[in-house]
């Protein structure tokens, strides 16, 4: 009778254990997603600020009466284009994942070209709203390249968390899933041809 008791004790210790551990890991796995979804909006607010400094932006360059109109209506419809994609945190995979970068792409693309086409206006160049707006934006994508970094750092430490045993056989009961990251744009590991 005694031994019974002992290993219906024991058996009851352990399952003690394991329904701690398992509530452990779930919530470990909770933290660590919203993490990540943190993460992921602070990259969508940076990318918002861009998209909010590119009206005013246009205005300034709108009131060079000479300004290319082909250009203002590419970058126009660009970030129509990237604030109109959106994806949701819970839903972090590879494809979501391109189609946000393709759009922003885009609008990168536009904004490139513009600030060629503005290299033709010396007027406007020496125009203090549009170098205060020029600064603004240089700042900005560079938050946005350091908020993507930080996004893909805590993916990836999410990612190995619940790729790790015995967590991934929590995280595959309760639909964690794999998170995506953000990845360079096919061609960029080769330099650009410089020619003078």
Do not use: C, H
């Amino acid at each position: 009778m005694r031994s019974t008791i002992v290993t219906i004790g024991v058996i009851l210790v352990l399952l003690v254990i394991l329904v701690l551990s398992g509530v452990s890991t779930y919530n470990g796995l909770v933290s660590r997603e919203e993490g990540v979804s943190a993460q992921w909006a602070q990259v969508e607010n940076v990318y918002q600020r861009r998209a909010d400094l590119i009206p005013n932006l246009v205005e300034t360059v709108k009131g060079y009466a000479n300004f290319e109109r082909q250009t203002l209506t590419e970058v126009i419809e660009a970030r129509a284009k990237a604030t109109s994609v959106t994806v949701n945190p819970e839903n972090l995979n590879a494809e979501s994942l391109k189609q946000f970068q393709e759009s922003q792409n885009g609008l990168s693309s536009a904004l490139a070209r513009l600030m060629v086409v503005v290299e033709r206006y010396p007027d406007l160049k020496a125009n203090q709203n549009f170098l205060e707006l020029q600064s603004q934006l240089e700042g900005t994508e560079n938050r946005i390249s350091v908020e993507r970094k930080k996004f893909n750092e805590t993916a990836q430490s999410y990612n190995t968390y619940i790729r790790k045993f015995p967590k991934n056989i929590f995280a595959g009961m309760f639909g964690f899933d794999k998170k995506a990251y953000f990845e360079a744009e096919q061609g960029a590991e080769k330099a650009p041809d410089v020619k003078f």
